[in-house]
């Protein structure tokens, strides 16, 4: 291996090391939520697995070029979104396990519900990490049984009132052709 | 425009502005929205058309606003929103000329099947009795296409009619 | 190759509602008189379009109605009218049968959510803590695509919780109408639960 190589070597290691022990990084945040144990059914539907930590970098670029400031700021503040969601027609238990368990885990480390709804097993949660009047960690969990659930992490600190703006204000358009894309590949 | 005159378009038309936003979209809430919406963008707009064209401007504009409100709720698919039957149903029930009689309660409900762009042709065409290049005109649409996604309509909620038990979903070539 | 019958099927649609020529109807009522199959096909196309037309016409609810002449004078006063469905929701409540109550349990939520809203601007995170992005790595598309899921998830954020705000209101006043017991346990937003 030549001297450039070696050094292309380095360098790819290194942003590996820095990538790897920024997702470490992000599970030390205490806006973070492990949503690995989750496991998608195999007979789910509209399946999203989604994972940006790194990449929010790349797409705040992209924003900042393209003069999108409201996008802008809203990566300026997130270090992560996670989403698991599916459709599923009916389930053995273990997507409510799921809910259960996410649930107690956000108790269990004090996370504010700021939105909760229960009707019998039909969940709609929304809760915060705060801390000092900051928010650190938003997770959404939204189960409605037999028919879907979604979880949501996103870690940073996150004014919520600039992500509601931001929201919704949003060009459809962009999210159509997402899901125009998706449905495609789901077929 | 001034305010008497379009509370009198509000007063002529707005009952079927709303049904047609109703069926079209199955839910309550969601048709509340694009009726506010199509007279709000009517006064608005302050369109010039004649007085005897403000229906079939009406028409054209709920059919949008439905179509463009599916599509939103599709793309951020939060279906904890979802239609709710009842409430429709309900609303069914107290209507004037409501009949508890069985055809027209099937139909209504086997229009679940078909999806919300082809409810509202089928509804420009047998309930509000515009003919296919009325319907053409209006939606700047393809005549013959209108007649496929109807015909196609037609079968469908008559495989729907004739096995209850059945449901189906809107199929993805329904037409056009 | 199309049959006969396929042929007259197609335009039973436009014979219904009288749009054919004269030489194209008298072409079906000639058919139809020796076919059995598409009269009966002729039938059940009258018979659903009858079910259609007859399905009857809703009342359009009557706060509607003061919903839209109120919002067409915020926007002759030059005030900003309800575009958005969260702000039509609002103004839905404040003229609702539950009047000013329901006015105030909309005032009441946004007043508990303000409360768990950060009251400072949050400080930038360290960009310089993440790796620097190495964009030959991270192709076009793939950014392109992120970008969408990341669009996706906060659009479906915000739309959770502006619809969770509307649902629990109304879960409440349900609840309050009816008085049915709480087995549902809605509960309003902000405590534990």
Known sequence: ?187 | MKRTFFQQVLREHRDRVFSHALYSLRDRDDAEDVTQEVFLRYWRTDPDVPDDRIGAWLTRVVHNLCIDHTRRRKTIRAYFGRPDPDAMERLVASAPDHQSDSLSSEVMAAMEALSPETRSIVLMHYEQGLKLREIADLLDANVNSLKVRIHRARKTLREVLTNPGQPRLAARGEGG | MMTRCTHIENMLTEYLSDELGPLERAIVDEHLAECLACRAELAAAREIGGGVAAMPTVNCPDHLSRDILAAVDADSAGRPWPKQRSRAGLWRRSSSPWGWAGLAGTVAAAVLLAMVLPRRAPESPDVAALPAADSTRVTTVEVERARRELLWTLAYTASVIDRSEKRSIADVWRRVRTRTPANHSATIIGGQG
């Open chain 1, 1 to 187: 291996m030549n001297t450039n190589n070696k050094l292309i070597c380095c360098l790819a290691a290194l942003v590996l090391v820095m990538a790897v022990s920024a997702a470490a990084d992000i599970k030390d945040e205490p806006g973070y939520i492990d949503l690995s144990f989750i496991q998608i059914p195999d007979d789910a539907d509209e399946v999203q697995d989604i994972d940006l930590t790194t990449v929010l970098v790349d797409i705040a670029d992209d924003a900042r070029a393209d003069g999108e400031d409201e996008l802008a700021e809203v990566l300026a503040m997130v270090r992560s979104v996670r989403v698991k969601s599916f459709s599923i027609d009916s389930d053995d238990g273990s997507v409510k396990r799921n809910v259960e368990k996410i649930m107690k885990k956000l108790d269990d480390d004090d996370w504010t519900r700021i939105i909760f709804i229960k009707d019998g097993d039909e969940t709609v949660s929304v809760s915060t990490m705060n801390d000092d009047g900051d928010i650190l960690g938003l997770t959404v969990v939204v189960f409605e049984p037999g028919d879907s659930a979604v979880f949501v992490n996103v870690v940073g600190e996150i004014d919520l009132g600039k992500i509601l703006s931001f929201a919704g204000h949003m060009d459809f358009d962009d999210l159509d052709d997402y899901l125009e894309e998706y449905e495609d590949k789901v077929q």
